[in-house]
């Protein structure tokens, strides 16, 4: 285990934001996790559990403890014809596995290709993209609650998965992942209903590793380069909106581009939506919105964690003015 004091978080985070914390624990087994957990700590200082910081925005310097998972490993658990079960360390790179699963022809994951991240932070956050979500593959989750300092094993059901949710955080009891169990499947079934993808697999093999190289091809067109623009991927969750809301908006809207999910809730583009009221032009000190892709705020110029927050905000207050519509972050704030 080793324990940093006064810590910089700038390679904790892909905002690139320099920001530090008080204390920073990298643990590297259950057992080491369970002594941080029982350790007294005054009821005012927090705790925090990240992963590769992917998916979070440090407003400022954090006063408290910022834990860190360092569980490595892939361990086939079972398998027979149809499906193979494995044992992911909470702190494998996700896109590693990702490739690994791809190579030895185990399907369920491939068009989750090049999500930034840890295997932990996949199953808290249900990733999802192009038509995939890991809520599908989650066979259990093992996770240790900071209230019980006890484990606690999570059947998929139990995880209580929906767009980019879960459990784990809706939960007011906090629970740190150390591993996280996946179902693949050992003939996959390809989900190819994405134009961008079948565009790209037009006269080529379908197989998991064209797959994946079409999603490669398609997210490094449309995304920021993590290396020059710090930023999280998409800032917003796509709002879902009553029926009602959206008949009196597609009067206006006609174009608006839209999924229904059953005969009363529909999903609207949060991107059209930014992109509509002219949020794409904003920017407040370093931060701005990505020229290409107008749910993605980057870090252009030297950002605070402030500048992205308060052009967030601004986006927020645009898009409500202008289509009655509460875009929520899916970018957590620390
Ligand atoms: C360029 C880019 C593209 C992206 N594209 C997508 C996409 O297509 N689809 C998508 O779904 N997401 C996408 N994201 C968001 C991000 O990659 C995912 O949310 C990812 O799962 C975050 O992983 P992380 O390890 O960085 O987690 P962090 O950002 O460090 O943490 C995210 C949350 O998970 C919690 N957490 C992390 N590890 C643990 C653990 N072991 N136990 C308990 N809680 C934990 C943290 O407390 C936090 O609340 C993108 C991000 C970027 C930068």
Redo the contacts with the bound molecule.
């Keep these: 285990m080793n324990i940093y004091k006064n810590y910089s978080l700038l390679k904790h985070n ?1 905002f690139h934001l320099n920001t530090k914390t008080h204390k920073f624990i990298e643990y590297e087994s259950e057992e080491d996790l369970q002594k941080i957990l029982e350790e007294t700590r005054s009821p005012n200082e927090p705790i ?9 925005l440090f407003l400022n310097d954090f006063k408290g403890t910022i834990i860190h ?1 360092n569980i490595k490993g892939i361990e086939i658990i079972k398998e027979d014809k149809t499906h193979i079960l494995l044992k992911v360390g ?1 702190s494998e790179d ?1 896109d590693s596995f990702v490739s690994y699963c791809v190579n030895k022809g185990w399907g369920g994951i491939e068009n989750l290709s090049l ?4 295997i ?3 199953a ?2 249900n ?3 192009y038509g995939a979500e890991i809520s599908n593959v989650v066979e259990e989750v093992h ?1 240790y609650s900071l209230t019980t300092k006890t484990k606690q094993i999570f059947s998929n059901k139990e995880c209580k998965y929906s767009y ?1 949710n879960s459990f ?1 955080k809706e939960s007011k009891e906090i ?3 150390t591993y996280v169990v996946y179902r693949l499947l050992k003939t996959p079934q390809f989900i190819l209903n994405h134009d961008k993808i079948k565009s790209y697999l037009y006269g080529k093999e379908i197989n998991l590793i064209n797959i994946r190289k079409a999603i490669i091809a398609i997210r490094q067109l449309s ?1 920021p380069n ?1 290396k020059i623009f710090g ?4 800032f917003f969750t796509n709002p879902y909106i009553c029926i009602d809301h959206y008949e009196k908006l597609k009067k206006q809207y006609y174009n608006m581009p839209c999924y229904f999910v059953d005969n009363k809730i529909v999903k609207v583009s949060a991107a059209w939506l930014i992109e509509q009221c002219g949020g794409k032009k904003e920017y407040i000190g370093g931060a701005s919105v990505y020229e290409k892709h107008a749910l993605i705020l980057i870090n252009k110029n030297n950002a605070t964690g402030q500048d992205i927050s308060i052009l967030a905000e601004k986006i927020q207050s645009m898009v409500k003015n202008t289509f009655g519509i509460k875009l929520k972050p899916e970018v ?1 704030y620390l």
Aim: aromatic share 16%.
């Design positions: 892909t925090y559990h990240i992963g590769h910081g992917s998916n979070i998972s909470a996700w999500i930034p991240g840890e932990g932070a996949s808290f956050q990733i999802g993209a996770a980019r784990f629970f740190y992942i995304l993590l930023n999280a991927g998409s957590s």
